[in-house]
Each structure stands twice: as structure tokens, then as C-alpha cells.
T-cell receptor, first 115, second 116 residues
């Protein structure tokens, strides 16, 4: 069945380090793909998205590219900051019987960035 | 309203009691989701409502859990005979539904349930 697999954390990095959080999915067709972020004490919010193959979503220095051939949507950032400390969730939009998409989230990856 | 509103924000109950959690989505959003966030368990899908379609209940963990959405707006998640393992933060989200997909969810602040 449809599912999402996200790199498990926690991940601890020093400021200015390179970040990759892996995400792969299994789905029927070509779902929209999302990364959501939950900062400490705050609610979940959209970080970035991509809607079709080879699309690159980007926001706040984060990027993720929709890779159809590997069914992946890995999150990357070249130089992390302390303020990036949060929990990151990968979420493909999976097909429902009614024909619409529902978002199913990965287990989340907790990132801690130390100064 | 301006955002997704959930109530109560905190609920402490005794094992075996029933609880109701309420979600008021953004006006005009036809899709509504319930998720459960437990420590160390990530974000677990519970149920999805989309317009007048039959809800997708595939994530409900047991028959003690049920949800309804009246008039295509407010939703209530009911947990009967609560157990300690039901303790979690219950999140509601809503979205528009576009034919092209890429439906962005707006989340509420959540209802924290503690079962003693």
C-alpha cells in the first residue's frame, strides 16, 4: 500500500553544517510532495512543496527535488542555523478512493543545531 | 475564522470516560483531517473528510474512536472509554482541494489529551 519512509533522528549538527533528511514514498501515480516543520512550542506549518517530477521546492534556504525515478523527496540545506532546530515531516499526498489526495506524514526527524 | 480552531486545548480525564474534541476549520476549506501526535510516534493519520464524500476512516485505531463533520464545517472527534494509551496531542487541519493537488494544510494548535 501507499506509505512514506523518513530518515529517523534525532540529528544533531553544528551551525553551518550541511543537512540532508531522506524521504522516500510508495504511491499510486504521481502525488504532490510536501515538507512540514514544527518549531519548538509551535504548530505544524508548511516548509516547501513540489507538484510534479523534477520540480524543486525551496524556502528559507531549504530545498527538495521531486525525484520520480527514485520516488524520493530528500530535504537539504547547505548551511544550517540554530534557528532551524525543529522537527521535520515529509508528507506525500496519497490517493483516496474518492479520487482526492490525503496527506500522510512520515514519523518526523528531530533536528538540533548547536552554535 | 482566520485559522483552524481546536478546543479544548487541554483535557485531563479518567480512564474509561468519553471525551469529545472539537475542530473549527477555516471557512471554505472542504477538506478536514484529524491526526494524533504521540511522543516518539510522529504524526499518525486518523480520519479525512472531503466535501460530501464518505470519510476516509482508515487511520482510526479502534472502534472507540469516531468522528463526524456536520454541515461540512465543524468536526468532532469522539473517544469512548478512554485508555491511557490514548494520551496524545490531537491535531486538526483543513485545506482547500484543488484538482491539481498540492493542497496545503493549515493546522490547529491541537488538543492535548491526558488519560489518568
Amino acid at each position: 500500500g501507499d506509505s512514506v519512509t523518513q530518515m529517523e533522528g534525532p540529528v544533531t549538527l553544528s551551525e553551518e553544517a550541511f543537512l540532508t533528511i531522506n524521504c522516500t514514498y510508495t504511491a499510486t501515480g504521481y502525488p504532490s510532495l510536501f515538507w512540514y516543520v514544527q518549531y519548538p512550542g509551535e504548530g505544524l506549518q508548511l516548509l516547501l512543496k513540489a507538484t510534479k517530477a523534477d520540480d524543486k521546492g525551496s524556502n528559507k534556504g531549504f530545498e527538495a527535488t521531486y525525484r520520480k525515478e527514485t520516488t524520493s523527496f530528500h530535504l537539504e540545506k547547505g548551511s544550517v542555523q540554530v534557528s532551524d532546530s525543529a522537527v521535520y515531516f515529509c508528507a506525500p499526498g496519497l490517493s483516496t478512493q474518492g479520487g482526492s489526495e490525503k496527506l500522510v506524514f512520515g514519523k518526523g526527524t528531530k533536528l538540533t543545531v548547536n552554535p | 475564522g482566520a485559522g483552524v480552531s481546536q478546543s479544548p486545548s487541554n483535557k485531563v480525564t479518567e480512564k474509561g470516560k468519553d471525551v469529545e474534541l472539537r475542530c473549527d476549520p477555516i471557512s471554505g476549506h472542504t477538506a478536514l483531517y484529524w491526526y494524533r501526535q504521540s511522543l516518539g510516534q510522529g504524526l499518525e493519520f486518523l480520519i479525512y473528510f472531503q466535501g460530501n464524500s464518505a470519510p476516509d476512516k482508515s487511520g482510526l485505531p479502534s472502534d472507540r474512536f469516531s468522528a463526524e463533520r456536520t454541515g461540512g464545517s465543524v468536526s468532532t472527534l469522539t473517544i469512548q472509554r478512554t485508555q491511557q494509551e490514548d494520551s496524545a496531542v490531537y491535531l486538526c487541519a483543513s485545506s482547500l482541494v484543488r484538482a491539481s493537488g498540492a493542497n496545503v494544510l493549515t493546522f490547529g494548535a491541537g488538543s492535548r489529551l491526558t488519560v489518568l
